[in-house]
């Protein structure tokens, strides 16, 4: 069980253009998804926290207007990257938190989606 | 706010040889802490995980953590490693609705 899913896995577009990351619960609901990102060598980082049918919090320094990330049901998160330029390049993973009533803090994290910018 | 460290940016151990991966946290609270692997190009598969109890967690593919909170650290451990385990593996702490990670650290198996 347990098991979060992104799509697409790996995209590539050219600079100016907007690109869509889907992350969902398959089997699970989940009221609170993160989204991170990876560069290459490097740790993961957390852009935001997103709630079910609320504003996603963000953390300091990623740009809102940029990455627009939208929770409208329980088993689905999506981060839109807005004019996408090559420093948008990077891994992004989400992750689910799991349901009400289950260990606090363990998050079940998607495979990835490789995003590259021309 | 919570914070975590992994020394050890690399490690190359020959198969067959143990494994000690070494992470110290950073918290005001009782940690939530969580080991993740990953391999190239791929998410993060949870490897183990202590919220409370006994300090010495085991986990899957062999590997196993102890919480030692006098020298707030939670290192992982495995008796003898095998070429698959060559991957990047991530020590995180839970706190404040939040996971923050280490740095990191590449393993490197040798035949």
């Known amino acids: 069980g347990a098991v979060v899913s992104q799509h697409p896995s790996w995209v590539i577009c050219k600079s100016g253009t907007s690109v869509k990351i889907e992350c969902r619960s398959l089997d699970f609901q989940a009221t609170t998804m993160f989204w991170y990102r990876q560069f290459p060598k490097q740790s993961l980082m957390l852009m935001a926290t997103?709630?079910?049918?609320?504003?996603?919090?963000?953390e300091q320094g990623v740009e809102k207007d940029k990455f627009l990330i939208n929770h409208a049901s329980l088993t689905l998160s999506t981060l839109t990257v807005t004019s996408a330029h090559p420093e948008d390049s990077s891994f992004y993973i989400c992750?689910?938190?799991?349901?009400?009533?289950?260990?606090?803090?363990?998050?079940?994290f998607g495979p990835g989606t490789r995003l590259t910018v021309l | 706010a919570q914070s975590v460290t992994q020394p050890d940016i690399h490690i190359t151990v020959s198969e067959g040889a143990s494994l000690e991966l070494r992470c110290n946290y950073s918290y005001g609270a009782t940690p939530y802490l969580f080991w993740y692997v990953q391999s190239p190009g791929q998410g993060l598969q949870l490897l183990l995980k202590y919220f409370s109890g006994d300090t010495l967690v085991q986990g899957i593919k062999g590997f196993e953590a102890e919480f030692k909170r006098s020298q707030s650290s939670f290192n992982l451990r495995k008796p003898s490693v095998h070429w698959s385990d060559a991957a990047e593996y991530f020590c995180a702490v839970g706190g404040g609705n939040k996971l923050v990670f280490g740095a990191g650290t590449i393993l490197r198996v040798k035949s």
């Open positions: 997103s709630n079910e049918g609320s504003k996603a919090t963000y």
């Open positions: 992750s689910a938190r799991q349901p009400e009533g289950g260990p606090s803090h363990e998050q079940f």
